[in-house]
């Protein structure tokens, strides 16, 4: 029986009389505070039927689209309620996962393979039975290689989009020319002082120095050349923005003219007529996001819901609505007329194209990179 | 049992609810941080259990945190006097008037209505190149071109001070409000001008509320994290932004944890010496 069946029987019970007011206040205020200091003991709760599966993601569009084509449906099939959750960063949706309860947090829609990396090396991931994932055989290799590579073969996720972080700039004052000669260097050109933007995002900031300085993101050799590029970015910038929708704003109304981007977003700025030019300089910063799956989630609940989100018919919904090409291989999934036209495409399905961090060498930098920024951030 | 010894109970027994939720929703937490603030963050942004001091050494000696919390004591500073400034006059108004003394006080509460956040975010859309006020400008033929008003310093104390004005207005009012007119009168009588009386009559009197005022501004803004990050530009942060990030961003709790209890000691010490002169009675008259 799930909580919900529970309270209202207790509420029919104190509303037919059989329970006296102080009882009924009681038991809902026992209630409260087991659910508010929970203790070793709620990990048994995770061997009960399971009714419920959580999923987090970044909410909008995307939730919409996984709610029309991928719960609604999931709960339809399996009776199994998805409680749809949502994020504004992966660093305060870890420190939340952190802070939780085993099972609380089921599946997580997270960026990066540093994050699958994180996840995992803090004891966080599961192995899943890819056999119930039938779905996972319709992804491009490569995304789940990625994540094999980590978790030693296996897998604790679906792969489920990709993307850049690409130099977006406003036509009316940068011309295309203008943006692909200068790429990186765009971001540091002292013409458009004040009007340069950035994201507040020490791996962003490091791999833009990194291209700025000439050297490899994935194996830079001079980093205090790659601060100084930093330094010079912060010197010039207006404003370092923390979300999609604040760089959308920043662009749109003009209160930056060029800053790096995530591809989807500009993509959605364009579609709305906004005179906005996307470029991804050499080396640009790919990335992919993922579906995860929480240690201590309810397994086979939780691949079948992910079965549901890799179906073609889903994943393209989801891809059309946040611009961001799905994980499904092209060259085994016709994705309709959208999904060619978005950035970062790749029609071979081998993403060959894009530069991906690599996630051993960011994470090992981790500690003292995002350190060091945080320093160089406010003038250091 | 004695009379006596009832009576004493008696105030314990009535506390011990919020006594009990004070300790457990308070002080247990913030021993919890202490506690954290002792341990490390390993390589893989775990924690390491265990006595280590180096968390502490780092927050004491290190030139950056030391710089950032001058920075936010500034800031708080800067905000507090303006909030005195403009705040004054207004509860001396709302004080002294006849009459909608009532929706003068409502009006004065409206903004507790709307959030914090949104709030502070409000100024995006009056302070940016497409805002209102640049729209207005140049509407009015004033400027040309949008003038450059967000994401520096400056908007950070105007975000603070839309934020605090009403912890001031609220305070000082409560000071004025219980200051006898009369005296006023009195001070005329004996030939004071009206500006001889305000200064030597009422200020002094209302200057309890003020320093209630400027104690709640001061902490509340020491202690803010989303202004800056709303309103500031890349260099802007106070304090609590270095704990957001150490915690969130770093996954180093630890140091998160000496990093917060390093502002609370310091904002803790502000509030002791505020007691020792002035005792907190009138802050809870400003609060009540």
New interface residues.
């Given amino acids: 029986m799930d909580n919900t069946t529970r309270y209202q029987r207790l509420l029919e019970r104190y509303q037919n009389g059989d329970l006296d007011r102080r009882s009924f206040l009681g038991l809902i205020g026992a209630a409260g505070l087991a659910y508010g200091v929970q203790t070793p003991f709620a990990r048994y709760a995770a061997a009960q039927e399971v009714t419920q599966v959580r999923f987090d993601g970044w909410g909008g569009i995307v939730s919409e689209a996984f709610r029309e084509h991928a719960f609604t449906p999931y709960t339809a099939a399996t009776g199994i309620e998805v409680v749809d959750g949502t994020f504004g960063g992966g ?2 949706y ?2 939340r996962v952190r802070t939780s309860q085993p099972g609380e947090y089921n599946i997580a829609h997270l960026s990066g393979v540093f994050d699958y990396a ?1 996840y995992h ?2 004891g966080l991931s599961v192995e899943l039975n890819e056999a119930n994932i039938p779905n996972l055989q319709l992804c491009i290799p490569a995304l789940s290689d990625a994540f094999r590579a980590i978790s030693g073969g296996s897998l604790s996720c679906v792969p489920y989009d990709y993307g850049t972080t690409g130099i977006a700039y406003n036509r009316a004052y940068i011309s295309d020319e203008e943006a692909q000669a200068q790429g990186a260097g765009l971001l540091i050109n002292p013409d458009y002082t ?1 009007k340069i933007g ?1 994201w ?1 995002d ?1 791996r962003t900031r490091i791999w833009y120095g990194a291209l700025q300085t000439g050297q490899d993101p994935n194996n830079i050799t001079d980093i205090e050349a790659v601060w100084d590029a930093v330094r010079q970015h ?1 010197d010039l ?4 923005w ?1 979300s999609g929708a604040e760089l959308m ?1 920043l662009m749109a ?3 930056i003219h060029v800053t790096e981007a995530w591809s989807g977003r500009i993509f959605a700025l364009q579609e709305q007529g906004h005179d906005i030019g996307y470029i991804d300089p050499p080396n640009g910063f790919g990335w992919q996001e993922c579906l995860f799956v929480i240690a201590g989630s309810p397994m086979e609940a939780c691949e079948e819901l992910l079965n549901f989100m890799l179906e073609p018919a889903t994943s393209i919904a989801v891809a059309e609505g946040q611009n961001y090409p799905p994980a499904l291989d092209p060259t085994q999934v016709d994705l309709g007329d959208k999904i060619p036209t978005l950035p970062a495409f790749d029609p071979t399905g081998t993403l060959s194209g894009l530069t991906f961090a690599n996630p051993e060498y960011w ?1 090992g930098n ?2 003292e990179w ?2 060091t920024f ?2 160089v ?4 | 049992m004695s009379i006596e010894a009832r009576e004493a109970r008696q105030p314990w027994i009535l506390l011990s609810p919020t006594l009990t939720v004070i300790t457990l929703l308070l002080i247990v937490p913030v021993l919890f941080i202490v506690v954290y603030s002792f341990w490390l ?1 390993t ?4 924690v390491q259990p265990g006595f280590y001091l180096d968390n502490w050494a780092d927050t004491l000696t290190d030139r ?1 945190y030391r710089d ?1 919390l001058l920075t936010t004591l500034r800031i708080a500073a800067i905000t507090t006097v303006v909030c005195a400034l403009m705040g004054y006059p207004a509860a001396y108004f709302i004080a002294r008037a006849k009459s909608n003394k009532a929706l003068l006080l409502l009006l004065l509460m409206l903004p507790f209505w709307i959030s914090y956040i949104i709030r502070t975010m409000s100024w ?1 859309y009056i302070l ?3 805002g209102a006020l640049n729209t207005a400008l140049q509407w009015l033929g004033i400027t040309a071109e949008p003038i ?1 008003m ?2 520096n310093e400056t908007t950070v104390i105007l975000g603070l001070v839309h934020f605090l004005l009403p912890f001031m207005v609220l305070n000082v009012y409560v000071s004025l409000d219980g200051v006898d007119e009369t005296l006023e009168d009195a001070a005329g009588s004996l030939g004071a001008t009206k500006w001889q009386s305000f200064l030597q009559v009422t200020l002094p009197l209302s200057l309890p509320g003020l320093a209630a005022g400027s104690l709640l501004c001061f902490v509340l803004g020491a202690g803010t994290y989303i202004t800056p ?1 709303v309103l500031g ?3 802007d ?1 106070m304090f609590a932004n ?1 704990v957001y ?1 150490a ?6 709790w630890p140091l998160g944890a000496a990093l917060s209890l390093l502002l609370l000691a310091v904002l803790g010490a502000l509030v002791m010496i505020y007691n020792h002169f002035l005792g907190l009675g009138q802050l809870m008259k400003g609060l009540g």
């Fill in positions: 660093d305060e870890l420190a994180r090396n803090l004040g950035g507040a020490w912060r910038a207006l404003r370092y923390t704003s109304e003009e209160e994470n981790e500690q995002s350190e945080s320093r951030q406010r003038g250091y | 963050r390589s893989v942004g775990d950056f950032i995006i940016g190149t497409n450059q967000l994401y990050a530009g890349p260099r942060a270095l990030e915690i969130i961003i770093q996954l180093n």
